[in-house]
């Protein structure tokens, strides 16, 4: 049996383990999962985590959930469904959620095994997260004159010929 | 020979912008969100906050696409969020769970572009060859190699 039809009959396990709708688990059958990379894994556990999330009040019951999904992810051995799993289940939290979901993946053995793919991921992602969260105002300032801006305008070819059809800006 | 050469030359004219350039979700989030949305950005927004932007209107970028370098962007992914950013514009945006949707009327957002006359492929080589020159001061700094 492949390593990926295992790894994903141990997320759907864990999902009808935290009790989740029958219609929810049904819809997330093996073979739907088999073999679609890492983004179908990383899905498939932010939906498990979501559902977990959604289907108890007793917030270390999801956290054992992640704890148990992270383990599957590093007995798999596959590092780009391991970092996919991360993703996922920190994502289904959201900013709430943060902290538990960073100790349940600290509490797993993925932390002992790649601490520095785990480490820095997760700072990764919680960054955007929280940036997500706080993003709460459409204007950021700035204005309309802003200068010439980095050559950032994927209508600025970088040069200054204001004669070139393009938005001339600051060569890069 | 000759012919050999000249054959090897055409093809690096041709496909060499794609083949050098890295075209990473990070850079486009930053490119666009400083580019086209530079009145609402601040130029000195990082990577985290151009995302955050972007996906709070609609133009949505995954984190799972965002937190893997090695991922490319695709044409219909560079269609996609240049799509988005003009039906914003126009004011036209149907956002539906928090990404901009594709009009019924064109097939891919690479089909919404051409029909639109948004001039997606200048756009899209302009990416390429500003990728050519590496990633993003900003996406640098946010992975930590800046």
Sequence with gaps: MRKSIVYSTVVIFLLSWMSVSTVLAQSLMPATIADQGSDKVGQEVKAAVEAGYRSTKNKNDVKKQITDIMNEAVKNGNVENLKATIIGAMEAGGADNLDLCIAAINDSQADETYPDIVKNLMASVKAMILANKGSGKKDQGGGKDQGGGAGHNLLDDGGTNIDDGDLPGTPT | ?146
């Design chain 2, 1 to 146: 020979m000759k012919f050999s050469i000249y054959f090897v030359a055409a093809l690096s004219l041709i496909f060499g912008v794609s083949v050098q350039a890295n075209p990473t979700f990070a850079d486009l989030a930053v490119l666009l969100a400083k580019g086209q949305f530079k009145e609402h950005v601040s130029v000195d927004a990082s990577l985290e906050e151009c995302v955050a932007f972007l996906n709070q209107q609609g133009v949505c970028f995954s984190l799972f696409d965002l937190m893997d370098p090695a991922r490319r962007v695709t044409k219909e992914d560079f269609s996609r969020v240049i799509g988005q950013s003009r039906l914003l514009f126009l004011g036209e945006a149907d956002v539906v769970d928090g990404c901009i949707k594709k009009p019924a009327v064109a097939i891919t957002w690479v089909d919404y572009c051409l029909l639109n006359d948004v001039g997606f492929s200048e756009l899209w080589v302009r990416f390429l060859r500003r990728m050519e020159k590496g990633s993003l001061l900003e996406v640098d700094q946010f992975f930590g190699g800046g």
